[in-house]
């Protein structure tokens, strides 16, 4: 007799790698859907993994270490069955920041940094509740960074001869009009050939990604026409060569103190574009990832790539939606996409320092006219002025200071004006003796059903119970001006009180007594009543003074002052 196991609830499964759950029953025709898939995403991945790193301030060879070592551990530990781990456009700001001010040392600390950030927040189940970062916040840093993006591809594509470009965004358009007779006829025409091949290559064939054969294209027409055009090998020398060894840079307290702002905003930024990214994935083959081992994963990834000298590395949402369009359905095919690029840096690495300049330049003008969202911004342009405020904010931040202030303050201001309108909602008021309710013919707890006795004075509170409501609370409570024999507060649409609720209802327990007033308590939900239990507040004002409805309240209310 066969002994039946259940399948493991959930619960159990939240910190066990998605790797395990597909290859149950895996196939070999799936296998090899899985590793066409993975070559393919790895002919993709390869342009903007070096794109990305280029512009990121870094050496090419660095955007190729973190493809692989990120790429591989996002898929084999990953809570999506389909994400695809790797540089993406979104880091291309923050990264080049924190090079010129802390070097390339600076940048493998705050990775590495990022990457236990991204684990303690996995294994404290955070990954439900980073997906609820505003959307104006996002759409903000999201747009600026793109701004930001194309705005340091301008050199490469016109050719400019400049020897520095300022870091600064205004400094640098300026610069660039400075330059503007410095243009090169070569570069421009390298740079509008690959733009145009990315445009109108998808409507020839999807077999090849566009990005792959506008590189090919035009490093071959470089290359054997002889334009003076500057190249990956001219600027940076050789590329490939394999995996470095890892390596340890010298860490102070002191640097890590500096590194903690821009590590928290890596870890942010990442954790939400990941879980972005596998949300959407989702959407494509009907699956649900596990976002809590998703982010141990991701955070695992970018400590590991920085040991071996990568940048920040998250779910990107073109490779994986590319994995998905090309039949991959398991962590196998990110993990072939991770082996191939491996095997491209061994063998043919050094060709990719013919590659020019002004191709990759191109290719992050495409990228950064998609990471835009220039429809989602115009729409949020008609949203409420709060979400336009806050929108505008982290835009205008993320283009002129840099992308941790504009995290920061665009979370603060989502926050604060949220809390605002929290407080609006929550409406405090007195119910009179003569009052009538709308509610009364459906309601059977509408106060139009009762009348309120003399000496007894009732207030509702509508609304969540918490420190944005608590002025509203006093100045309603002191309009009264007078003592009542009782007291009654109903509660019955107060979802949720916080400690600043109950430090409130303390105090009015407290006065009341003083003053000889019974206080009762009418109609609390679950959550009040076991935060008031908690803090001793029920044990305070005492357990007989809760009634289940008003009615019950006023009953017991003419019985206490008979």
């Not at 959930?10 to 066990?16: G, M, N, Q, S």
């Not at 390596?247 to 903690?260: C, F, K, M, S, W």
């Not at 002129?400 to 929550?426: H, N, P, S, W």
């Not at 509170?461 to 608590?470: E, L, N, R, V, Y």
């Amino acid at each position: 007799m066969t002994e039946h196991i259940p399948p493991a609830s959930p619960r159990a499964l939240t910190f066990v790698p998605k790797i395990f759950s597909t290859l149950q029953g895996y196939t070999r025709a799936q296998l090899f859907r899985d590793v066409t898939a993975g070559v393919i995403v790895a002919v993709v991945a390869l342009p903007l993994s070096i794109a990305f790193a280029i512009a990121s301030g870094v050496t090419p060879d660095r955007g190729l270490v973190t493809a692989v070592v990120a790429g591989f551990l996002v898929s084999a530990l990953g809570g999506s069955r389909v994400q695809i781990g790797g540089p993406t456009g979104a880091f291309v700001v923050i990264v080049s920041g924190i090079v010129a001010k802390y070097g390339v040392d600076g940048l493998v600390v705050a990775t590495f940094l990022a990457g236990l950030l991204m684990i303690g927040m996995g294994f404290m189940k955070l990954g439900g509740v980073i997906k609820f970062v505003p959307q104006p916040v996002v759409v903000g840093f999201t747009s600026g960074i793109a701004l930001i993006i194309f705005s340091t591809q301008i050199k490469d594509a016109l050719g400019l001869q400049m020897l520095v470009v300022p870091s600064d965004f205004f400094e640098k358009w300026s610069a660039y009009a400075e330059h503007a007779a410095s243009i090169s006829p070569a570069a421009f025409g390298v740079t509008a050939a690959t733009l145009v091949i990315l445009f109108a290559w998808p409507r020839v064939s999807t077999k090849l990604p566009a990005p792959f054969v506008a590189l090919v294209v035009t490093t071959l027409v470089v290359h054997y026409s002889g334009l003076s055009v500057e190249t990956i090998g001219s600027r940076f020398g050789a590329v490939g060569g394999g995996l470095p060894a890892p390596h340890v840079p010298h860490v102070t307290l002191a640097l890590v103190r500096e590194l903690a702002g821009p590590a928290f905003t890596i870890a942010l930024l990442a954790s939400i574009e990941s879980l972005l990214s596998a949300v959407v994935s989702d959407g494509m083959i009907g699956g649900k990832h596990r976002s809590n081992m998703e982010l141990v994963a991701q955070g695992v990834a970018n400590s590991a790539s920085a040991l071996f000298g990568g940048i920040p590395a998250t779910g990107a949402i073109a490779r994986t939606a590319t994995n998905v369009n090309s039949g991959g359905r398991t962590p196998i095919a990110g993990m072939t996409h991770a082996v191939v690029l491996l095997l491209i840096t061994l063998f043919v690495g050094q060709l990719a320092a013919l590659i020019p300049m002004a191709t990759l330049a191109g290719i992050l003008i495409i990228v950064a006219y998609r990471m835009s969202e220039w429809r989602n911004f115009r729409a949020l342009l008609r949203a409420p002025r709060a979400d336009i405020l806050v929108l505008l904010s982290t835009f205008l931040l993320t283009v002129i200071v840099d992308l941790t202030v504009a995290l920061q303050v665009g979370m603060i201001l989502a926050a604060f004006l949220f809390m605002k309108r929290m407080a609006d909602v929550t409406d405090v008021h007195v119910i009179t003796r003569e009052f009538t309710d709308d509610e009364e013919q459906v309601d059977p707890e509408a106060t139009g059903s009762y009348l309120v006795p003399n000496g007894v004075d009732v207030f509702e509170i509508d609304g969540p119970f918490f420190f944005g409501a608590a002025e509203r609370f006093q100045e309603v409570l002191g309009e009264t001006g007078r003592r009542p024999k009782v007291l009654i507060l109903r509660l019955r649409r107060v979802p949720a009180i916080d400690a600043t609720g109950i430090s409130l209802l303390r105090d009015l327990g407290n006065r009341s007594k003083k003053n000889g007033t019974i206080l009762l308590l009418a109609g609390l939900h679950a959550q009040p009543l076991v935060a008031l239990d908690r803090a001793g507040v029920l044990a305070e004002i005492g357990e007989d003074r809760l009634c289940a409805t008003l009615a019950d309240a006023i009953v017991k209310a003419q019985l206490l002052m008979a």
